[in-house]
C-alpha cells in the first residue's frame, strides 16, 4: 500500500512538471493547399554617399550664410567706339534699278534706350534652406525677385533680360570640373520664336557657341584656392519675315527700309517679306574663391546686333556694352516704422 502511494506521488510531481506555462499561444496551423509564407523582404540598402571630389577637381558653389547676405553690382558701360559686326549671314539680293548691284550691308541698330547702367544682385538664405536672388536695376525701377540653387541656377523667377545676365555672372557648373574642362549655362539670348509663325529661319544661317572653360585652379591667400573661368558664346540667327495676311478692307502696312540702308534697295526683300537677322555675342574671365564660394573678379563684353525689325526676339540689349561686377555691401531691409502714440489732449 505505501509502495503504490509513493508511486502516484511521484506521477503526480512528474505531470506537474511538463504542464506548459498558462497563457502560452500556440501558432496556427497552415491548412492544407495554401501557398506558403512567404520570404521577409529585405531592407532597403543606405542610400549611396555623394561622390567625393576628385584631387584634381574643384566644385564650384555659392556659400551662403543665413542671415549674411552677398551682394553685387553689375555695371553695363555701352562702348560706342567698338566696331560693328555683321549680324547675320544674308544672301545678296540685287537692286531694283541697279541691276547686280550688291546692297550695302544695314548699319548696326543704336543702343536699346532705357536699358538700365547698373544692376544690384543680392543672394540669401532664408531659414528654410532656401536661396533667393534679388536682382534691382539703377534708374528706380521695381526689383525682381527669383529662387536659384546651390551652384546660382535660377529656378524660377525674372524676365528674358534679367535672367540672362543673372545666368552669366552667377550660374556655376553642377559637376566637379578639372582645369580645362567646359560646361554651358541655361542662357537664351536669342529666341527667334518670339518673331511668331510669319518667320522663316535661312538654312545654314543659324550658330550656337555655348561654353564656360575652367582654365586654371591656383592657391591663394589662407589656404584659398583660385579658379579662373572664361567665357566664350555666341547665338546667331537670319531669314524672312512674311509680310502679315491681308484683311479685307484693310490696306496692308507699306514694309519700311532698316534704319541705315540705302533708300534704293528693296526694303521688302525676297517674295515681299523683310530680312531679319541678330548675333550675340559674350566673352568674359573670372575668378572664382573656391572655398570662400564667392566671385573675386568678374568681366565681360556683351555685344548684340539686329538687322531688321528683329528687336522680339533678343534677349540682350543692342549694342556693344562692358560689363564688370563687383561686391559691394548688402543693403540693409527697411526697418518698420514705429506705430505713432496718440497725444494726450487736456481735457475740456
Not at 553642377?174 to 574642362?181: A, I, L, N
Request: glycine residues 10%; contains cysteine; charged residues 20%.
Amino acid at each position: 500500500m505505501k509502495r503504490s502511494l509513493c508511486g502516484l506521488l511521484v506521477a503526480l510531481a512528474f505531470t506537474a512538471c511538463k504542464q506548459e506555462e498558462p497563457g502560452k499561444i500556440e501558432p496556427l496551423q497552415r491548412p492544407a493547399g495554401a501557398p506558403a509564407t512567404p520570404p521577409p523582404t529585405e531592407a532597403p540598402e543606405p542610400a549611396a554617399a555623394a561622390p567625393a571630389v576628385p584631387k584634381d577637381a574643384v566644385l564650384l558653389r555659392w556659400n551662403l550664410v543665413q542671415g549674411t547676405p552677398v551682394a553685387y553690382r553689375l555695371s553695363l558701360t555701352l562702348d560706342r567706339g567698338a566696331p560693328a559686326f555683321e549680324s547675320a549671314p544674308a544672301e545678296p539680293r540685287a537692286d531694283k534699278k541697279k541691276k547686280g548691284a550688291r546692297a550695302s550691308p544695314a548699319a548696326p541698330a543704336a543702343a536699346a534706350p532705357g536699358v538700365p547702367g547698373e544692376y544690384t544682385f543680392v543672394l540669401d538664405l532664408d531659414r528654410a534652406g532656401e536661396r533667393h536672388l534679388r536682382l534691382t536695376p539703377s534708374g528706380g525701377a521695381a526689383p525682381e525677385d527669383a529662387t536659384v540653387s546651390d551652384r546660382g541656377f535660377i529656378i524660377d523667377g525674372l524676365p528674358v533680360l534679367e535672367r540672362n545676365l543673372a545666368t552669366l555672372v552667377l550660374e556655376l557648373p553642377r559637376d566637379p570640373v578639372r582645369p580645362g574642362e567646359t560646361w554651358s549655362l541655361a542662357t537664351a539670348l536669342l529666341v527667334p520664336d518670339a518673331l511668331g509663325t510669319q518667320f522663316r529661319r535661312a538654312t545654314g544661317g543659324a550658330e550656337r557657341r555655348n561654353r564656360v572653360k575652367l582654365v586654371s585652379v591656383t592657391p591663394g591667400d589662407n589656404g584659398e584656392q583660385v579658379a579662373t573661368l572664361e567665357y566664350d558664346l555666341l547665338e546667331q540667327f537670319g531669314g524672312i519675315l512674311a509680310p502679315a495676311r491681308a484683311i479685307p478692307g484693310k490696306r496692308p502696312p507699306v514694309p519700311t527700309a532698316p534704319e541705315g540702308a540705302d533708300s534704293d534697295d528693296d526694303a521688302s526683300g525676297p517674295a515681299g517679306g523683310a530680312e531679319l537677322g541678330a548675333t550675340v555675342k559674350v566673352t568674359g574671365r573670372g575668378e572664382f574663391l573656391v572655398k570662400a564660394g564667392q566671385w573675386r573678379s568678374w568681366e565681360g563684353t556683351l555685344a548684340t546686333s539686329m538687322k531688321g525689325p528683329a528687336q522680339p526676339a533678343m534677349g540682350l540689349p543692342v549694342g556693344t556694352y562692358q560689363a564688370r561686377l563687383a561686391p559691394v555691401s548688402a543693403p540693409q531691409a527697411p526697418a518698420a516704422p514705429a506705430p505713432a502714440t496718440p497725444s494726450a489732449t487736456p481735457a475740456p
